[in-house]
C-alpha cells in the first residue's frame, strides 16, 4: 500500500481483538494510527505496541456513541497525528438475549456503539476527506446480519451497516472517498469467547464447531480482518466504493 503522502486513521475499538490487528497492520502499512477504546489503557498499551515497532500512534480514550467526545477526539487527532482521512468503524458489543428476554437497554446499547457510533465518527471525519479530497472508511458488519437467534438487536445494527456503507459511498465519492464494509463470519476474540459462555461450551469447542462448518476448515483470526481492511484502505482501490465483503472463510458465515 505505497503512499505518497503519510495518511491518518483512525481505527475505534482498538484495545484489543479485531481493531487492534487493524490497528497494528495500518501502522505497518505507514499510515498514522489513532487508537481509539472505551477503555484508555487498552488503547494506550496497543498505540506503544506501535511506537516501540516503529510505528506512529496515538491513544484516545472515547466512547463512540458520546456526540461530545468523539468531536472532540477527532479534533486532537486532527492536531496531534495529522488529519484523519481514514476511518475503520470497528468498535462493537453484543447484549444477546432472546428477543422475549431482551430489555430496551440491551437494543439502544446496541443501537448507540454500533449504528450511532459509525454515524458520529464518519460524520465528523467528514470535514477532513472533503478537505483532503481523498478518504477511505471502513465499518465492521457480520454475517450475523443474515439473522442469528438470541441476537435482533446485533443483526438489526449490522444490516444498518450494510445500508449506511452504501449511502455514504453515494455520499462521500466526490470528496474522492470511498466507503466499504467487511462482514466478518467467526472470528477469534474476546467477543466469541463471550459468546461461548453463553451457549455454556468452553471456547475450545465452540471454535472446533465453527472450524467444522467453514469451507476452509478453520476459524478466522483479527489479522485475516485486518488485511481486508488494508486492502480497502490502499491507494489503489479508489475504485471500490459501497462494498460489503465477506471474510468468512467461505461464501456464507
Ligand atoms: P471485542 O474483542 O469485544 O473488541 C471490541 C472493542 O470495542 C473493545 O476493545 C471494546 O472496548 C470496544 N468498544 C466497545 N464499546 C465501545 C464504545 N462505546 N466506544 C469505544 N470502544 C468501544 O470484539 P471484536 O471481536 O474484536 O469485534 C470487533 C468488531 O467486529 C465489532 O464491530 C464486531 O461486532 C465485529 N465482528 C466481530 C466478529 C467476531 O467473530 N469476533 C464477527 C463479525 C463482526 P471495551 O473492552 O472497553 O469494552
Not at 16 to 23: D, N, S, Y
Not at 124 to 131: G, M
Not at 136 to 150: E, H, K, T, Y
Not at 180 to 186: E, Y
Request: with cysteine.
Amino acid at each position: 500500500m505505497e503512499t505518497a503522502v503519510r495518511r491518518t486513521a483512525i481505527v475505534t475499538g482498538a484495545g484489543r481483538g479485531i481493531g487492534a490487528a487493524v490497528a497494528r497492520r495500518l501502522a505497518r502499512e505507514g499510515l498514522a494510527v489513532a487508537v481509539f477504546d472505551l477503555d484508555a489503557e487498552a488503547a494506550s498499551s496497543v498505540a506503544e505496541e506501535i511506537r516501540s515497532a516503529g510505528g506512529t500512534a496515538g491513544a484516545f480514550g472515547v466512547d463512540v456513541a458520546d456526540e461530545g467526545a468523539v468531536q472532540a477526539a477527532v479534533d486532537d487527532v486532527a492536531q496531534s497525528l495529522g488529519a484523519p482521512v481514514v476511518l475503520v468503524n470497528n468498535a462493537g458489543i453484543t447484549r444477546d438475549n432472546m428477543l422475549h428476554k431482551m430489555s430496551v437497554d440491551d437494543w439502544d446499547s446496541v443501537m448507540s456503539v454500533h449504528l450511532r457510533g459509525a454515524f458520529l465518527l464518519s460524520r465528523a471525519v467528514q470535514p477532513h476527506l472533503k478537505a483532503e479530497r481523498w478518504g477511505r472508511i471502513v465499518n465492521l458488519s457480520s454475517m450475523s446480519a443474515f439473522g442469528n437467534v438470541g441476537q435482533a438487536n446485533y443483526a438489526a445494527a449490522k444490516a444498518g451497516i450494510w445500508g449506511f456503507t452504501k449511502t455514504l459511498a453515494l455520499e462521500i465519492g466526490r470528496h474522492g472517498a470511498t466507503c466499504n464494509a467487511i462482514a466478518p463470519g467467526f472470528i477469534q476474540t474476546e467477543m466469541t469467547r463471550a459468546t461461548a459462555e453463553r451457549l455454556g461450551v468452553t471456547f475450545e469447542e465452540l471454535i472446533e464447531s465453527s472450524a467444522k462448518e467453514t469451507p476452509v476448515g478453520r476459524v478466522g483470526v483479527p489479522e485475516d480482518i485486518a488485511h481486508a481492511v488494508a486492502f480497502f484502505v490502499s491507494e489503489q482501490s479508489g475504485f471500490v466504493s459501497g462494498q460489503v465483503l465477506t471474510v468468512a472463510g467461505g461464501p456464507k458465515g
